[in-house]
């Protein structure tokens, strides 16, 4: 059984509603076990025991929240051997994938050893407090499936170290 382990910071509530939505997606799937966990409730030791870490931040001034940053930086105190990574943020206006982009990043320089399933997924809110533009939920499971079809063909591919980082 596949375990992903899924952590955000949500001020508004936004972020939040699209983690649950990936979500949805991965449980389309037999053999996936999923834990949400908002980032203050969040303990890093437990990202050990999963196989893939979804990280999730709102766009904040072009990049993931501090919380999500510190978090991030701790991933080099842990063993991520064979482990997978993907990220997801919410935006407004034109910083379009700019967070999910660093993140990508900022998880590559911190735990090298963890292998990026997927290009991260950015979601429009209309307004600072939002709501979720109307059609981005549809995109989030959309999300979740792919990220069950990636792990499900890396985990069957013997020479899964030659996954592309970003």
Known sequence: MAKVFVVYESKYGNTGNVAKEIIEGLNEAEGIEVLLKELKKADLE???NYDVLLIGSPNHIGGSTRGIRKFIDKLD?????????????????????????KMEKQVSEKAPEMRRLLPGLSIKVEGLKGP???????????????????????LGDENWTELKKP
Do not use: P
């Not at 995109?139 to 792990?151: A, D, N, Q, S, Y």
């Open 46 to 48: 437990e990202v050990q």
């Open 77 to 101: 105190e842990l063993q991520l051997n064979r482990k997978f990574f993907a990220v997801f943020d919410t935006y407004l206006g034109g910083d379009f994938k700019k967070a999910a982009e």
């Open 132 to 154: 979720v533009a109307d059609g981005e939920f549809s995109k989030c499971r959309e999300f979740g499936r792919e990220i069950v079809i990636k792990l499900n063909q890396a």
